[in-house]
């Protein structure tokens, strides 16, 4: 079990592998606090052989080559292009779609979302901007390059842009902070941009095409790695990392467009490379509009997406144990198409949440969710606090009261994370309100975790459960229902 910490009260910190939030004491009696986000439910596993997981689909605007990022909420930003320009909407899925906002010109558009769920995006031959509160910044030319510009975030919220252009060597990447170019150009790679993901040690791991498809490295402080061949490749392939291991998953289109491959790494090295999709690739008019993207989920469950024969947009989904699943049209009830060249399906992904979306179109940009996502404001946000503990109220969700515990940290740990023996203390059972006072402190050398959960108006209980916190290895739930000290 891994907790992240931070030395002052009331902080919120996002929940990475199995954290609860928690009191310690440690000479001379401070107290650190660490938050959770507890769920008011758990989303089952995508199964990898179940189109019925696919959410509404939902119109974002009229456009085309949409892409499609997550924040931490689970709000969807989406960019398109029309007309050579690039616009942008929020979409509280499956709700309601925002209002659209101007980026700038060009088209190609990428979008990502930094620790403050600000989206960032990247268009164009080659052009940045990012949203400031209240709109789009004038766009920043970040290089006189050719197109398919790529961009991921670092923790430290340093936006790293990778773009092809016609000079060699041709794939190239700059970081951009605080609206300025501080590093780039930077090569990469060679011929055909790919993708770009960070992993837990904040090292961009990215892909690039020859006449194979290859993996690099690159960190600030120490630039790019050396880039390592994997099998052959068509013109397009992409990369995600999956938090949990921080395995990397790789997609790319076979050569001559004879389906998908996907490999990964995990620690014990690259495994073998999966031929997938076969028979809604084979014949495409150009295997350069496959295109392939993957994103992988809190569960690491990661969902490929593509435009098949005929331009018809399929996906596929790949288990945790990285065994890829059947693949299912993206839009069975209306028939939409994907675009051509460069403008093919984009996946996006969180890696606190569960589930996936998808965004395409040709002329008009649809999204819909793959596997049981949760929809924005479903969570319940525990906060520790010197003298009591306070916590945000589910507007997804109905919430009457709410049950409140404590338990014995060093037993949770030394038990591997059973709650049953850990839970001492049902601190507040059917709480109306969403404070409660605690001034108590444990004693040095050891810490209390907290947990909450909400409870609706028929008495029904809701879930101690953090599903956005990546690694939780089961339900909390039998667990501390099973303490002789749980709220009844």
Same mark, same amino acid.
């Given at each position: 079990?891994?907790?992240?910490?931070?030395?002052?009260?009331?902080?919120?910190?996002?929940?990475? @592998?199995?954290?609860?939030?928690?009191?310690?004491?440690?000479?001379?009696?401070?107290?650190?606090?660490?938050?959770? @986000?507890?769920?008011?439910?758990?989303?089952?596993?995508?199964?990898?052989?179940?189109?019925?997981?696919?959410?509404?689909?939902?119109?974002?605007?009229?456009?085309?080559? =949409?892409?499609?990022?997550?924040?931490?909420?689970?709000?969807?930003?989406?960019?398109?292009?029309?007309?050579?320009? &690039?616009?942008?909407?929020?979409?509280?899925?499956?709700?309601?779609?925002?209002?659209?906002?101007?980026?700038?010109?060009?088209?190609?558009?990428?979008?990502?979302?930094?620790?403050?769920?600000?989206?960032?995006?990247?268009?164009?031959?080659?052009?940045?901007?990012?949203?400031?509160?209240?709109?789009?910044?004038?766009?920043? &030319?970040?290089?006189?390059?050719?197109?398919?510009?790529?961009?991921?975030?670092?923790?430290?919220?340093?936006?790293?842009?990778?773009?092809?252009?016609?000079?060699?060597?041709?794939?190239?990447?700059?970081?951009?902070?605080?609206?300025?170019?501080?590093?780039?150009?930077?090569?990469?790679?060679?011929?055909?941009?790919?993708?770009?993901?960070?992993?837990?040690?904040?090292?961009?791991?990215?892909?690039?095409?020859?006449?194979?498809?290859?993996?690099?490295?690159?960190?600030?402080?120490?630039?790019?790695?050396?880039?390592?061949?994997?099998?052959?490749?068509?013109?397009?392939?992409?990369?995600?990392?999956?938090?949990?291991?921080?395995?990397?998953?790789?997609?790319?289109?076979?050569?001559?467009?004879?389906?998908?491959?996907?490999?990964?790494?995990?620690?014990?090295?690259?495994?073998?490379?999966?031929?997938?999709? @076969?028979?809604?690739?084979?014949?495409?008019?150009?295997?350069?509009?496959?295109?392939?993207?993957?994103?992988?989920?809190?569960?690491?469950?990661?969902?490929?997406?593509?435009?098949?024969?005929?331009?018809?947009?399929?996906?596929?989904?790949?288990?945790?144990?990285?065994?890829?699943?059947?693949?299912?049209? @993206?839009?069975?009830?209306?028939?939409?198409?994907?675009?051509?060249?460069?403008?093919?399906?984009?996946?996006?992904?969180?890696?606190?949440?569960?589930?996936?979306?998808?965004?395409?179109?040709?002329?008009?940009?649809?999204?819909?969710?793959?596997?049981?996502?949760?929809? =924005?404001?479903?969570?319940?946000?525990?906060?520790?606090?010197?003298?009591?503990?306070?916590?945000?109220?589910?507007?997804?969700?109905? +919430?009457?009261?709410?049950?409140?515990?404590?338990?014995?940290?060093?037993?949770?740990?030394?038990?591997?994370?059973?709650?049953?023996?850990?839970?001492?203390?049902?601190?507040?059972?059917?709480?109306?309100?969403?404070?409660?006072?605690?001034?108590?402190?444990?004693?040095?050398?050891?810490?209390?975790?907290?947990?909450?959960?909400?409870?609706?108006?028929?008495?029904?209980?809701?879930?101690?459960?953090?599903?956005?916190?990546?690694?939780?290895? +089961?339900?909390?739930?039998?667990?501390?229902?099973?303490?002789?000290?749980?709220?009844?």
């Amino acid at each position: 079990m891994l907790f992240q910490t931070v030395s002052h009260p009331g902080t919120h910190l996002p929940a990475t @592998l199995d954290e609860d939030t928690v009191r310690t004491s440690t000479p001379p009696a401070a107290w650190l606090a660490i938050a959770v @986000l507890a769920l008011t439910c758990s989303a089952p596993a995508l199964a990898q052989g179940a189109s019925e997981q696919l959410g509404p689909r939902v119109t974002v605007a009229s456009g085309s080559d =949409p892409d499609v990022a997550i924040d931490s909420a689970g709000g969807l930003h989406v960019v398109y292009a029309r007309a050579g320009a &690039t616009y942008y909407r929020q979409v509280d899925y499956p709700d309601s779609v925002g209002a659209e906002y101007y980026v700038g010109s060009g088209d190609d558009p990428q979008v990502a979302v930094d620790s403050l769920d600000r989206p960032h995006v990247v268009m164009g031959a080659v052009r940045y901007s990012r949203w400031n509160g209240s709109g789009f910044i004038p766009p920043i &030319t970040v290089a006189n390059a050719w197109r398919k510009p790529r961009l991921a975030i670092d923790s430290q919220d340093r936006v790293h842009v990778t773009v092809s252009r016609i000079d060699s060597p041709r794939v190239i990447l700059y970081v951009i902070d605080d609206d300025v170019v501080i590093s780039g150009p930077d090569a990469v790679g060679d011929d055909n941009n790919g993708a770009i993901d960070f992993d837990g040690a904040d090292v961009a791991q990215l892909t690039w095409r020859s006449y194979s498809v290859y993996h690099n490295t690159y960190t600030m402080g120490g630039g790019a790695g050396s880039s390592q061949s994997l099998h052959p490749s068509s013109d397009f392939s992409w990369i995600a990392v999956d938090r949990r291991d921080d395995s990397l998953h790789v997609v790319n289109t076979v050569r001559y467009g004879e389906g998908i491959h996907y490999r990964a790494k995990t620690a014990a090295g690259w495994g073998s490379t999966q031929t997938v999709a @076969l028979a809604e690739v084979s014949g495409v008019d150009d295997a350069d509009n496959v295109g392939p993207t993957i994103g992988a989920d809190v569960d690491g469950t990661k969902v490929v997406a593509f435009a098949g024969r005929a331009r018809v947009p399929y996906y596929f989904v790949v288990g945790p144990d990285n065994v890829p699943g059947d693949t299912f049209p @993206l839009d069975p009830e209306n028939g939409s198409l994907s675009g051509g060249k460069f403008e093919n399906p984009n996946v996006g992904a969180h890696p606190g949440r569960p589930g996936a979306f998808v965004a395409w179109g040709n002329g008009t940009a649809y999204v819909r969710s793959v596997g049981p996502v949760l929809p =924005p404001g479903a969570e319940v946000l525990l906060t520790v606090e010197p003298a009591q503990l306070s916590w945000t109220r589910p507007s997804a969700q109905e +919430a009457a009261t709410f049950d409140v515990v404590r338990g014995d940290l060093g037993t949770l740990l030394a038990t591997a994370g059973d709650f049953t023996p850990a839970t001492d203390e049902c601190l507040g059972d059917d709480v109306p309100d969403t404070t409660l006072a605690y001034a108590v402190d444990p004693g040095p050398d050891s810490g209390f975790w907290f947990a909450v959960r909400p409870v609706a108006a028929d008495g029904t209980p809701g879930s101690y459960d953090a599903a956005n916190a990546p690694g939780q290895a +089961a339900s909390r739930d039998a667990g501390i229902d099973a303490a002789a000290t749980a709220c009844p």
